[in-house]
């Protein structure tokens, strides 16, 4: 956003457009500055009754930490929202990983367990406190037109049974998430974070019949060496569905698995796009290879462009492309920081 | 420097083809070349004085910020610029070249048909016709290029509209072996650069 104009303009509608329209269309500068005259002795009055009522111990950076764990289930009341505007005049970018270690420490005891917002070394992650969905596996399999779900379940259980000891989940309770919020470390310095990218795990419904679900990057363990490798020893997946057993606390995810198509070179990218190329992971009989992942294996979001070859099949949409494509590029040039990941040094 | 004359080299837009680097301007050929248009019209004779100054290639400032600056020289100092010399120039030259090698209407077509992230420029409309576009809609533009015309261009051309270069000049920290990356990328346009030629571009 660094040459927007976006400040500016939004501005000038506060300053000039929402004062001009609350007079009379009559002599415009002289009611636009009575008006913002007006405002400015109320929100005067705002602040002294603020910090009356809080005894001068007004903390910003709670209040500021409160407002991004709420997420956009919390309303501020009146008082609080003119205060935190005029504090933070612009928008802040929330860190899940500071929240996820202060959530651990157990500085929010009422916060809902399992926490919504957890983090690995790399990645930190935060869903909303509601799930988007209720259902039974089977239910779930057909909304999200996914017939080996059952199975799947049943292969992840029985991998990681040690883990569980011997709890068998609960079929008929899955809490279903439509998205979800990732965010990484800035490549070349650890202690800046990445603005949260929202990752979309949508099933078909009637006004988009082909769902919509994002990419991600995945690691094969809970913990690897990205970023420093780039893309070696992880792969590429398509995020199905989000889910979560209730008496777990372990959060799941169902991916569909693409694969690196080989290139003479080792690095297996292609010379003149400089970008991997992906297909999906197909069994003989052509379906899909899904798989279930603890949520925590997820790396990095990334973004795919179906390979249009010579010429782009003129039936497609801009809902069907992406289901209806074999093969993708991994889209290294899609943020900066991911372009820094991808091209090998 | 007027306008048609390069700020950090000798060259001007006459010389635009030539296949050599020209030498770089230097502060002390800049400061000859005022005092000589100083000498031959004094600057308060405007009319006479532009004259001069037109066959000298200046713009009529005779009293430079940097003379002072001892061991300075504007062609070290006037680095490229991000919003200027890397998104106006894709969007002026590669984007063109893209648009004319793979064709309006597919780019057009295939840009509307690219899902992107939450959060990411949605091209619904394609990019050949998009109106008051910002440095911020060029960039988006070098997120989706490269993807949207692989295919339908040769490979050669491809890897000359590559924006591998202007990626890694953006990098906020260098190390020696990512400046030699920079200067590969950069070298790898101009062993490219031919391909655009021969596209008739």
């Known amino acids: ?345 | 420097m007027s306008p048609k004359a390069s700020p950090v080299t000798t060259t001007t837009s006459k010389n635009f083809g030539n296949p050599y680097q020209h030498p770089p301007c230097m502060a002390m050929t800049m400061l000859t070349a005022i005092h000589t248009a100083c000498s031959k019209s004094s600057p308060t004779d405007y009319k006479n004085f532009l004259k001069v100054i037109k066959s000298l290639q200046l713009n009529g400032i005779i009293k430079l910020f940097w003379k002072t600056w001892p061991l300075s020289d504007p062609s070290q100092f006037f680095t490229p610029e991000v919003l200027h010399h890397f998104h106006c120039m894709f969007w002026h030259h590669n984007v063109k070249w893209c648009i004319e090698v793979a064709g309006a209407t597919e780019l057009y077509f295939r840009f509307s048909i690219l899902q992107t992230l939450v959060g990411y420029h949605v091209f619904n409309e394609g990019i050949s016709k998009l109106k008051q576009v910002t440095g911020h809609d060029h960039r988006s533009v070098q997120h989706y290029i490269i993807g949207a015309v692989a295919g339908s261009v040769p490979c050669k051309f491809l890897t000359a509209v590559c924006v591998n270069f202007h990626y890694l000049a953006q990098a906020p920290s260098f190390t020696t072996q990512s400046i030699e990356r920079v200067a590969s990328a950069l070298n790898e346009f101009h062993d490219h650069k031919e391909a655009v030629v021969q596209q008739g571009v």
């Not at chain 1, 917002?117 to 790399?122: G, K």
């Not at chain 1, 019949?209 to 690897?224: M, T």
Request: hydrophobic share 35%; charged share 15%.
């Open chain 1, 1 to 345: 956003m660094q040459w927007s104009a976006d400040v500016t303009e939004h501005t000038h509608v506060e300053e000039i457009k929402v004062p001009a329209h609350a007079g009379n269309n009559q002599n415009y500068y002289s009611q636009i500055v009575r008006h913002l005259d007006q405002l400015d002795k109320c929100f005067r009055f705002d602040l002294v009754t603020y910090v009356k009522e809080y005894g001068g111990q007004v903390d910003v950076e709670n209040e500021d930490f409160s407002d991004g764990e709420e997420g956009e289930e919390h309303e501020l009341d009146a008082g609080t929202l003119h205060l935190s505007e005029y504090l933070t005049p612009t928008c802040q970018v929330p860190n899940y990983f500071s929240s996820s270690s202060s959530l651990l420490l157990g500085e929010k005891p009422t916060a809902l367990k399992p926490y919504r917002t957890f983090a690995t070394s790399t990645t930190s992650f935060h869903l909303a406190t509601k799930p988007s969905l209720w259902s039974s596996v089977d239910e779930a399999a057909i909304t999200y037109q996914l017939p080996d779900l059952n199975n799947t379940i049943a292969t992840f259980f029985a991998n990681e049974g040690t883990h569980f000891q011997g709890q068998q989940p609960c079929i008929d309770k899955l809490q279903i998430w439509h998205k979800m919020c990732v965010q990484l470390m800035s490549y070349h310095n650890a202690e800046i974070v990445q603005p949260p990218q929202t990752l979309h795990a949508i099933p078909s419904l009637t006004m988009n019949p082909y769902g919509q679900y994002d990419s991600v990057i995945i690691s094969p363990n809970h913990e690897s060496d990205w970023p420093k490798n780039g893309i070696t020893g992880h792969s590429v997946a398509q995020l199905h569905m989000i889910f979560h057993f209730p008496h777990l606390d372990l959060f799941l995810a169902y991916v569909h698995h693409f694969n690196i198509v080989p290139h003479s070179d080792p690095t297996n990218i292609d010379p003149a796009t400089g970008m991997h190329m992906l297909k999906w992971a197909a069994r003989g009989n052509g379906q899909c290879v899904g798989e279930i992942i603890p949520l925590i294996h997820v790396r990095s979001p990334a973004h795919i462009i179906p390979n249009f070859g010579r010429g782009a099949h003129s039936r497609l949409t801009k809902l069907s492309s992406y289901e209806l494509s074999n093969e993708f590029w991994l889209n290294k040039y899609w943020l900066k920081e991911f372009y820094y990941v991808l091209s090998p040094s």
